[in-house]
T-cell receptor
């Protein structure tokens, strides 16, 4: 158990819908990272927050957005969902960027 | 050109074999080199990491970095069935890390 929690574990929704994924980092970790993992693309970095502020941006679509709240939990919002958005979404947290601890992931299925 | 390339395998070896997992990367600015292990689509777990060039050993695992050829390796000695997993390399500059697609390893008892 990494200490990072993610909810929900599974999410099934339809195209065009909007969903919110939630992540609670390990106690004391100020950084939160979001990743998307699909079978053909591997693990893709989406975005990083540090203590409430956006720190780095990766291959995140404009339909996706994230935020980190004062209590350090983070939410990833995915809107206008497409079939291709079906993937595992991981959150990771860290004190230092070189040691990231991953949560169990949220499996999103878009039908 | 992708930031990191990793042979997806699958790789199947008998128990006790020495396993070599490899990645190449393109950005010479990368100084941090991480290896993660991922079981059955669960969250990746950090296995080990090295900074800059050289070797690092941790039990049965050895990570090796050759910055001149932009080549990173993970060696597993005396492989065990419990080592069966997907191994992802992740080089980076300390702020952002780029994950390989992972190599699937099966160790046969």
């Amino acid at each position: 158990d990494s200490g990072v929690t993610q909810t929900p574990k599974h999410l099934i929704t339809a195209t065009g819908q909007r969903v919110t994924l939630r992540c609670s980092p390990r106690s004391g970790d100020l950084s939160v990272y979001w990743y998307q993992q699909s079978l053909d693309q591997g693990l893709q970095f989406l975005i990083q927050y540090y203590n409430g502020e956006e720190r780095a941006k990766g291959n995140i679509l404009e339909r996706f957005s994230a935020q980190q709240f004062p209590d350090l939990h983070s939410e990833l919002n995915l809107s206008s969902l497409e079939l291709g958005d079906s993937a595992l979404y991981f959150c990771a947290s860290s004190v230092r960027s070189d040691t990231q601890y991953f949560g169990p992931g949220t499996r999103l299925t878009v039908l | 050109q992708k930031e990191v390339e990793q042979d997806p395998g699958p790789l199947s070896v008998p128990e006790g074999a020495i396993v070599s997992l490899n990645c190449t990367y393109s950005n010479s600015a990368f100084q941090y080199f991480m290896w993660y292990r991922q079981y059955s689509r669960k969250g990746p777990e950090l296995l080990m990491y090295t900074y800059s060039s050289g070797n690092k050993e941790d039990g049965r695992f050895t990570a090796q970095v050759d910055k001149s050829s932009k080549y990173i390796s993970l060696f597993i000695r005396d492989s065990q069935p419990s080592d069966s997993a997907t191994y992802l390399c992740a080089p980076g500059d300390g702020n952002q890390f780029y994950f390989g697609t992972g190599t699937s390893l099966t160790v046969i008892p």
